[in-house]
């Protein structure tokens, strides 16, 4: 099977070296330190404190070189995506399938999903459109990510924990494509499961990483020392009360309450979101697919977010300022 990962970062570069150890003719799209590593080193990851491996992939920054594909890895951060929609499609065939490993709200989240909301285009995350025209609909499956990974340096990733990705089509349809790929995952060794309904495994991740993202990368703080903090947690909280009834609207019921969700966030100890790793490397931060389409959503489905909206407008400015956003 020909599979190109798009972004070999710290999730692109995990899938990557996994699936080439599965025995596919893995292909990555990088570009910089990390392509120049990559021809230099192969990919290399480190599991917990196991020895380095190396994969031997083929890397080039330009999708033209490496050819139409079976499966794309759409692992890149959100800002990433323009470029994306602009040289995608050589990777492109009928039959491709685009597999979206990405935090947040994807461009198709409303796609023949959100009742009277269906088939909208949030202009938040596609704002002319771009992204929809550049990858048919029919090509793409969600997925959500469970694991915590990292780019030690170029072209090394260090796989933290976890090993879960859930997969499904936008519609809700079961296919026969979507059983094959996470059979094929789960040779590969994740722990790969096929969703009753994307949308919502999406939304339950988003709700408890639209929050803790940007406070990081606001405070610099870890996961513990925001857990830690009562003022904080308790708008956090407030967040994701906005957000939990903006689901209920669009069909994503979640019953958990946010203390149940800040439970599960204090297991991860002295954690760094991937968003304060991204401050602190000077990188571009993905704060309109993890909050600016929330607060789009609220609008369209008339949910005032105050909450959202001060989380956003400060973590925005932060990155303004930094050259960031």
């Known amino acids: 099977m020909k599979v190109c990962i798009y972004g070999a970062g710290a999730i692109g570069g995990w899938i ?8 596919c003719s893995v292909s990555v799209v990088a570009r910089g330190a990390t392509l120049d590593a990559l021809q230099l ?3 290399r990851l480190r599991e917990g404190h196991a020895a380095v491996t190396s994969q031997a992939v083929a890397s080039s920054a330009s999708p033209a070189e490496l050819g139409v594909q079976d499966l794309v ?3 890149v951060k959100a800002p990433s995506l323009p470029e994306v ?3 995608i499609a050589p990777l492109l065939g009928p039959d491709t399938i685009v597999l979206t490993a990405m935090n947040g709200v994807p461009w198709w989240f409303l796609q023949s999903f959100g009742g009277a909301l269906a088939g909208t285009r ?3 995350v596609d704002p002319a459109g771009e992204l929809a025209r550049a990858i048919p609909a029919r090509n793409i499956v969600g997925c959500v990510v469970h694991a915590g990974c990292s780019v030690q340096e170029p072209g090394l990733i260090c796989h933290h924990f976890g090993n879960g ?3 499904g089509e936008p519609s809700g349809e079961k296919t026969g494509r979507v059983y094959q790929l996470a059979a094929l995952l789960q040779k590969a ?5 096929v969703s009753e309904q994307i949308q919502n495994d999406i939304w339950f991740k988003l709700w408890g990483n639209m929050t803790v993202n940007p406070v990081s990368a606001l405070t610099g703080a870890t996961t513990d020392l925001i857990m830690n903090d009562d003022l904080v947690r308790g708008f956090i909280s407030s967040v994701m009360f906005e957000a939990k009834e903006i689901g209920a609207r669009i069909g994503i019921a979640i019953a958990q309450q946010p203390e149940d969700r800040h439970n599960i966030t204090r297991k991860l100890g002295p954690f760094k979101t991937s968003m304060l790793q991204d401050v602190e490397s000077g990188r571009p931060v993905e704060l309109d697919a993890l909050v600016g389409a929330v607060r789009e959503l609220g609008q369209l489905t008339g949910v005032a977010t105050p909450y959202t909206d001060a989380l956003l407008g400060l973590a925005r400015l932060q990155a303004r300022v930094r ?3």
């Not at 060794?189 to 499961?193: E, N, W």
């Open 16 to 23: 990557a070296s996994a699936l080439a150890r599965a025995g």
């Open 41 to 43: 080193h192969g990919l």
């Open 73 to 75: 890895v759409l692992a």
């Open 85 to 87: 929609a602009r040289q």
């Open 122 to 124: 949030l202009t938040c």
């Open 165 to 167: 990705l859930i997969l």
């Open 189 to 193: 060794g994740f722990q790969a499961q």
């Open 323 to 325: 050259g960031l956003y």
